[in-house]
C-alpha cells in the first residue's frame, strides 16, 4: 500500500522548454522557426516564439516578449535558439545582452559564434578547403566602385544578410552600380562586392558540434 501511494503521489516532470529568439513575429508557414515550433511541440516541449528586437535586460536576467506582449525570462527556458537579428542598428546590444547568458543557458548557436561567424567574408590566408572569388568588402561606395570598374560581372550583396535579401548583380561598367553602392552602404554600412563566377555552385555548410 505504501508503495502504490508514493506512485499515485509522485508528478510527472515538467515537459522542457525552447524559446525562439526571431527578428520577427509572426514567422510565416514556410520559415523555419514554423517548422522547428511544429517539430519540437511534437516531441513533448514547450515552445514560446519571442520577438528578438524586445530583449530588455533586468535585475534578474535578460527578458523579451512573445506575439501577445508577456514578457517572458530566458534563463528559465531549457534552450534557446536565435533564429534571427531584427533591427540592424541594435544588434551589438543585443549580442551583448544574450552573451551574458552563453555559459549559464544551453543555446542551439551561441551568441558568440553568431556574432563573430554568421557573414559572408572570405577572409584571406585562413586555412579552408573552400575558396572563394575575389571580394571587397568596404562602407566607402567609392572605393568599392573603383575595384568594380573594368571586365566581368559583379555581386552585390549585404555581408551578413540572409535568403538572398538585397542581393543584386552588375556589371562592372554598368553607370547605375554607383548608385547601388551608394545605397548598400548608406550610414556605414557595410557592402560586400564579390566577381561571379559563371556556372559556379554555392555551398551552404552545416556545423554542428564544432563539426561540419
Avoid at 524559446?19 to 514567422?27: A, K, T
Avoid at 517548422?35 to 536576467?61: C, K, M, N, Y
Avoid at 527578458?63 to 501577445?68: F, P, R, S, V
Avoid at 548608385?179 to 559556379?200: K, M
Wanted: glycine letters at 10%; one cysteine or more; proline letters at 8%.
Amino acid at each position: 500500500m505504501d508503495a502504490v501511494e508514493c506512485n499515485q503521489g509522485a508528478q510527472a516532470a515538467p515537459a522542457p522548454s525552447l524559446l525562439l529568439l526571431l527578428g520577427g513575429l509572426p514567422p510565416g508557414p514556410e520559415d523555419n522557426a514554423t517548422f522547428i515550433h511544429r517539430a519540437f511541440t511534437g516531441a513533448g516541449w514547450t515552445v514560446r516564439a519571442l520577438h528578438l528586437d524586445t530583449l530588455r535586460l533586468g535585475p534578474t536576467g535578460p527578458l523579451a516578449a512573445d506575439g501577445t506582449g508577456t514578457l517572458h525570462a530566458l534563463k528559465n527556458a531549457d534552450l534557446l535558439w536565435i533564429l534571427g537579428f531584427g533591427s540592424r542598428s541594435a544588434f551589438l546590444d543585443k549580442s551583448q545582452i544574450l552573451q551574458s547568458l552563453e555559459s549559464l543557458q544551453g543555446f542551439v548557436s551561441q551568441p558568440s559564434a553568431l556574432y563573430l561567424y554568421h557573414s559572408k567574408y572570405p577572409f584571406p590566408g585562413t586555412p579552408t578547403p573552400f575558396p572563394h572569388p575575389e571580394s571587397y568588402a568596404s562602407s566607402d561606395a567609392p572605393w568599392l566602385h573603383r575595384q568594380a570598374q573594368g571586365s566581368g560581372r559583379w555581386v552585390l550583396k549585404p555581408p551578413a544578410g540572409s535568403f538572398g535579401a538585397e542581393v543584386s548583380f552588375w556589371d562592372g561598367q554598368d553607370p547605375a552600380l554607383g548608385d547601388a553602392l551608394a545605397r548598400a552602404t548608406e550610414n556605414g554600412r557595410y557592402a560586400l562586392l564579390q566577381r561571379e563566377i559563371e556556372g559556379a555552385e554555392e555551398w551552404r555548410i552545416l556545423v554542428a558540434g564544432d563539426r561540419s
